[in-house]
C-alpha cells in the first residue's frame, strides 16, 4: 500500500489543523493505521491509531482530548483532526498501515507515508 499524507502548514498556538493521509495500491480497509510524528532533534513518536473498521482508537497521553483519528474506508483515507494545537506539536507528521492486531509501536507498522510538516507558533 502507498501513503500520501497531506494537510499540514503553519498555524497559531491554539488554532486546528486537519491532516490527511490518502491510501493506494491496496484493500485500505485490511490495515490498521497510525499517525506518528517526529519533532526536530527528537525520535519519531506514535500520535493515534486506529483499528481497520474504526471500531477502536488508541491515543498518546500528549494528545489525548485534542487529536481525534478517523477513517474514510470508502475513501481510503485516514484523518487526524488536531485541536487547541501547541508549540510542542511542532513535527513531521507521518502517516502508517499495518496487518495485524492494533499497536502503538512504531516498528510493528510496515508502511510509511513521506510525512507533512505541522508548524505551531507561540
Known amino acids: 500500500v502507498q501513503l500520501q499524507a497531506s494537510g499540514g502548514g503553519l498555524v497559531q498556538a491554539g488554532g486546528s489543523l486537519r491532516l490527511s493521509c490518502a491510501a493506494s495500491?491496496?484493500?485500505?480497509?485490511?490495515?490498521?493505521m497510525g499517525w506518528f510524528r517526529q519533532a526536530p532533534g527528537k525520535e519519531r513518536e506514535f500520535v493515534a491509531a486506529i483499528s481497520r473498521s474504526g471500531g477502536r482508537t488508541y491515543y498518546a497521553d500528549s494528545v489525548k482530548g485534542r487529536f481525534t483519528i478517523s477513517r474514510d474506508n470508502a475513501k481510503s483515507t485516514v484523518y487526524l483532526q488536531m485541536n487547541s494545537l501547541k508549540p510542542e506539536d511542532t513535527a513531521v507528521y507521518y502517516c502508517?498501515?499495518?496487518?495485524?492486531?492494533?499497536?502503538?509501536?512504531?516498528?510493528?507498522?510496515?508502511?510509511w507515508g513521506q510525512g507533512t510538516l505541522v508548524t505551531v507558533s507561540s
Open positions: 502508517a498501515a499495518r496487518k495485524g492486531v492494533l499497536t502503538i509501536r512504531e516498528y510493528e507498522y510496515e508502511y
Open positions: 495500491g491496496s484493500t485500505f480497509s485490511r490495515y490498521d
